[in-house]
């Protein structure tokens, strides 16, 4: 009996070794510009980290593609109860560790800079519980079924306040569907593997012809698949950053059917689990305010789990 029960958990561990060495059989994305390094990095099955450096930019890039049926969950992360407080993403995500197995994540929202600081500008919806009401901005959302899409919502039913949701009493419904998870972002920067027609016009001057570090998450394989990217800026001669007709052609080239710009500038940052390291949380780019990564409002982070 003991040597049958040893030999099955070999078998079990080999299995294991192999699932994770499972590589993908799909060929590296072809960039519209000139690269000289691009390294891949399998964390997980089911999720890879590329970093691509184009001097052309010069663009210093971290990708994050994530297979969301093979047992992955996106959480919108704001580490408090209420709307209101700022955090590092990597603190996110470590406090998120302490109960759930995360494999990375992106900073999220835009938020108030104003008081009270740190409340996101759109939607923010965690385990199913409504943070911030939706506002005119689209959103990247889970449903249900475990699909991601980019939608904007409208919310319907009595609340006490225009914005913020601390302190509600009655319920709330949400226009298309309630989600399981939300994040807001602005603008699109792609829908049906097209760039959308105002992207070079969105926004304050500079926002979107300017180039700054920036944050975007991808949607492909009909919402089975997430992609999460970072470009650094504002850190010549290593990386300039993009505006967001170059973000949204880097998002096409790497598969994105949808995809939709996240808070950048100082705030952007990508964290992973190194699996170098163990499993160790590590801050992938190189955040461009001077005092380093950016507290923020909301993180986006991807957490090993089925239906969570």
Not at 23 to 40: G, K, Q
Not at 187 to 193: G, K, N, T, Y
Not at 244 to 257: C, H, N, W
């Amino acid at each position: 009996m003991r040597r049958r029960s040893i030999g099955a958990r070999l078998i079990g561990l080999v299995a294991c070794a192999a699932c994770v060495r499972a590589r993908p059989n799909e060929p590296s994305p072809v960039f519209p510009f000139a690269t000289d390094s691009l390294h891949t990095q399998y964390l997980a099955p089911g999720v890879v980290h590329r970093y691509v450096y184009a001097p052309s930019g010069p663009w210093a890039i971290h990708e994050l593609q994530i297979d969301l049926d093979r047992c992955y969950t996106p959480r919108a992360v704001k580490g408090v109860a209420g709307a209101v407080g700022r955090e590092k993403t990597s603190v996110l995500l470590a406090q998120l560790a302490d109960t759930e197995r995360v494999v990375g994540g992106v900073n999220g929202d835009f938020f108030s800079l104003a008081s009270p600081a740190g409340v996101p500008v759109g939607i923010l919806v965690t385990r199913g519980r409504l943070v911030t009401a939706p506002g005119p901005q689209p959103a990247l959302a889970l449903d249900s079924a475990g699909t991601m899409s980019i939608a904007r919502f409208r919310a319907t039913g009595e609340r006490r306040t225009p914005h913020v949701l601390d302190s509600v009493s009655t319920a709330i419904r949400l226009d298309p569907f309630y989600p399981r998870e939300a994040v807001g972002g602005r603008p699109l920067l792609v829908r049906d593997s097209v760039i959308v027609a105002d992207v070079d016009t969105t926004g304050q001057p500079g926002f979107a012809t300017g180039r700054h570090p920036r944050t975007a998450a991808g949607i492909a394989r009909s919402g089975k698949r997430l992609i999460l990217v970072v470009v650094d800026g504002r850190q010549k001669p290593y990386s300039d950053g993009m505006t967001l007709r170059e973000l949204a052609t880097l998002m096409l080239a790497l598969g994105a059917r949808d995809a939709l710009n996240l808070d950048g500038g100082g705030s952007t940052t990508m964290v992973y689990a190194d699996p170098e390291s163990g499993g160790k949380l590590r801050i992938a780019n190189r955040p461009s305010d001077k005092e380093g990564e950016r507290p923020v409002g909301d993180a986006l982070a991807i957490v090993r789990g089925c239906g969570k």
